[in-house]
Nanobody, 121 residues
Framework: QVDLVESGGGSVQAGGSLSISCAAS????????MNWFRQAPGKEREWVAA???????TYADSVKGRFSISRDKPKNALFLQMNGLEIEDTAMYYC???????????????WGQGTQVTVSS
């Protein structure tokens, strides 16, 4: 059983920084991708960043250069450092394990409950 629990969300002013974490249990990194997705009110869920089983890191264009994804394998933790936050980054952020990076509809995907990030002007 895979369990993912996000933490670290909160409110920050535009231009500020925030770091969110995902504690994973029952996770094996072999052949799986760990992702961050987000969903803003009234919008579809979108992929933000991913770190593949071989360590390859990818980002959505909207966050490239501002966000940084990392993981701590021994501690089974996933992180997202968010700098230069914009109002448009306001969303619920989800940690997810998928077979292919960015695959929102993965039938074998596991998702956390999310952590809210709010950016104000």
């Amino acid at each position: 059983q895979v369990d993912l629990v996000e933490s670290g969300g909160g409110s920050v002013q535009a231009g500020g920084s925030l770091s969110i974490s995902c504690a994973a249990s029952g996770v094996t990194y072999m052949s799986y991708c760990m992702n961050w997705f987000r969903q803003a009110p009234g919008k579809e869920r979108e992929w933000v960043a991913a770190i593949d089983s071989d360590g390859t890191i990818t980002y959505a264009d909207s966050v490239k250069g501002r966000f940084s994804i990392s993981r701590d394998k021994p501690k089974n933790a996933l992180f997202l450092q968010m700098n230069g936050l914009e109002i448009e980054d306001t969303a619920m952020y989800y940690c997810a394990r998928t077979q292919i990076c960015g695959w929102i509809e993965d039938p074998q995907g596991f998702w956390g409950q999310g952590t809210q990030v709010t950016v104000s002007s």
